[in-house]
């Protein structure tokens, strides 16, 4: 329940905190182009027949509504959320919005949608300093790529190191693929098992691989299979296995990666296969 109540409260005061920030973007302006010295009224939440708050300053009436559903700026001679016709029936008169020249109602009618958009490239500010944006590097691919079987086809190997494309190094491992397949390569060296090797890619790769109709990608990261921890009933700790094992091979055949055990573990049933590396 109280984690309920804190939930809501979080909710409630960021969107306080946005509402308030949207109609800064009508206020401001408005008061800048002395619409009759500024709004009528400023309000958080709307205050259909009453408001929680209210008080004047300055000829603007602040408050705070009690039907959180957003909020508004009444501006002299602008409907807007306080849907106030009655304005409109008299002459205009010279301080009212809709007596101010075509640029400066741009302005105040475009100023919440304006604070939205710096605000949302504010907060996105935020969070790529604090969190930043993280790249693997290539050179940090310790157990080398994983394939997809085309890739396999084109003669990559699982575990094999990517050094350059057509002689350029990619800092970041997540351009690999797309140096690869889509800005005609034709030739990639990496490095197996200590032993550099030249990969040659057919002019109509794109092609290629489209027809195979992929579900897996092209490459990916390689990791070891380690076993980490087990469901309740797992077949694997019943055989054996232990947390901190790492599984090489089946049958005798190396199998270092997860997805070499999810392609060949569903034909060896009843099978005495792994090789564990303790």
Same mark, same amino acid.
């Given at each position: 329940m109280t984690e309920t109540l804190i939930k809501a409260a979080q909710f409630f005061l960021s969107l306080s905190f946005l509402i308030v920030l949207h109609e800064l973007g009508h206020f401001i302006p408005a008061k800048l182009f002395k619409t009759r010295g500024g709004v009528e009224k400023f309000y958080l939440f709307f205050d259909p027949y009453f408001s929680l708050f209210k008080k004047k300053i300055g000829g603007t009436e602040y408050g705070i509504g009690w039907l959180p559903l957003g909020g508004y700026v009444k501006i002299s001679g602008m409907i807007d959320e306080s849907m106030d016709t009655e304005q409109l029936s008299a002459e205009p008169q010279p301080w009212e919005f809709r007596s101010k020249p075509a640029w400066q109602r741009l302005i105040i009618m475009l100023g919440g949608v304006t604070v939205n958009?710096?605000?949302?490239?504010?907060?996105?500010?935020?969070?790529?300093?604090?969190?930043?944006?993280?790249?693997?590097?290539?050179? !940090?691919? +310790?157990?080398?790529?994983?394939?997809?079987?085309? *890739? +396999?086809?084109?003669?990559?190997? !699982?575990? @094999? +190191? %990517?050094?350059?494309? @057509?002689? =350029?190094?990619?800092?970041?491992?997540? @351009?690999?693929?797309?140096?690869?397949? %889509?800005?005609?390569? +034709? !030739? =990639?060296? =990496?490095?197996?098992?200590?032993?550099?090797? !030249? %990969? *040659? %890619?057919?002019? @109509?790769? =794109? *092609?290629?691989?489209?027809e195979t109709k992929s579900e897996t990608g092209f490459i990916g990261v390689a990791f070891p299979y380690f076993a980490k921890e087990f469901d309740d009933g797992s077949v694997a700790e019943a055989a054996g296995v232990k947390v901190g094992d790492q599984l090489i091979a089946l049958n005798g055949e190396e199998a270092l990666y997860f997805t070499d055990y999810v392609k060949r573990l569903p034909s060896l049933i009843d099978q005495k296969v792994f090789s564990i590396k303790k």
């Open positions: 958009l710096f605000l949302a490239m504010g907060i996105y500010a935020m969070i790529l300093f604090t969190w930043g944006g993280q790249v693997l590097k290539t050179e !940090n691919v +310790k157990y080398g790529i994983e394939c997809s079987e085309f *890739a +396999k086809e084109m003669g990559f190997q !699982n575990g @094999d +190191k %990517i050094l350059t494309v @057509d002689g =350029v190094y990619f800092e970041n491992f997540a @351009d690999l693929p797309e140096a690869i397949l %889509i800005s005609g390569a +034709k !030739n =990639v060296l =990496v490095e197996r098992r200590g032993i550099k090797t !030249n %990969i *040659a %890619i057919p002019k @109509d790769i =794109v *092609a290629q691989f489209i």
